[in-house]
């Protein structure tokens, strides 16, 4: 079977995208990444791209006259990629509402926290200092408000006391790089659908859709 053709889009790290490259590493994954957008010329997840031999572009906004031209440059891109499918992963800029909707339901974007609870930057800080006692991540469709649409997958991360943002950043991390490839793979097997601004997930009921969309539960 033909493996969906994927885009991930970066700006720094790239422990997520790693994450991606080693799970479509396997033949068996349903998903290829074809190439790996930074918008960050220095961006360490450039490096990764590289040694998995998947080819890069940088398209660095700063050198753009407005965010018209960089939507435009990004579409070039990936349409010379043939990408289907784009994944957000660290990608740090916000994207123009058209190109926003051109990708409706075939863009995904990674976020450190129980969406819809702590949208936007600087989480586990807001987490830790909100008190709540589970955090943790999520993985949706993108919608041009930030950090908003249907879920696909969550996992769950308890505070612990003592925590501060660093260590909470790492434990919820490690669940990113378990239920970002999740995600992927559930969206390539044609298993996830949008209707009515929910994402659903075919052949999982019950117990087995809790074990799948929040691993650690
Ligand atoms: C992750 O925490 C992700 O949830 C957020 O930005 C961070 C990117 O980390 N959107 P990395 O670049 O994938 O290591």
Request: charged fraction near 20%; aromatic fraction near 4%; glycine fraction near 6%.
């Amino acid at each position: 079977m033909a493996r969906l053709r994927v885009a991930v889009l970066i700006s720094g790290r790239g422990s997520n995208l790693q994450a991606l490259i080693d799970a479509c590493a396997d033949p068996a994954f349903p998903a290829e990444i074809r190439l790996v957008i930074s918008n960050e010329p220095g961006a360490e997840g450039l490096a990764r791209a590289d040694r998995a031999r998947i080819p890069t572009v940088v398209i660095a906004h700063k050198q753009l006259p407005d965010r018209a031209s960089f939507d435009a440059a990004m579409d070039r891109a990936l349409a010379n990629a043939g990408a289907e499918l784009i994944c957000l992963a660290g990608f740090m800029r916000m994207l123009g509402d058209a190109f926003v909707e051109r990708w409706r339901d075939r863009m995904i974007n990674i976020h450190p926290s129980l969406l819809p609870a702590f949208k936007g930057l600087n989480t586990h800080e807001r987490v830790i200092a909100a008190g709540v006692r589970f955090t943790g991540c999520t993985v949706h469709f993108v919608r041009p408000a930030m950090d908003e649409g249907p879920i696909v997958v969550q996992s769950a991360v308890a505070v612990l006391p003592g925590d501060d943002a660093a260590r909470l950043a790492e434990r919820v991390l490690s669940q990113e790089h378990k239920i970002y490839p999740l995600a992927l793979r559930l969206i390539a097997e044609g298993r996830v659908s949008v209707t009515d601004e929910r994402a659903h997930i075919a052949d999982a009921i019950g117990p087995a859709l809790t074990a799948l969309t929040n691993p650690t539960g």
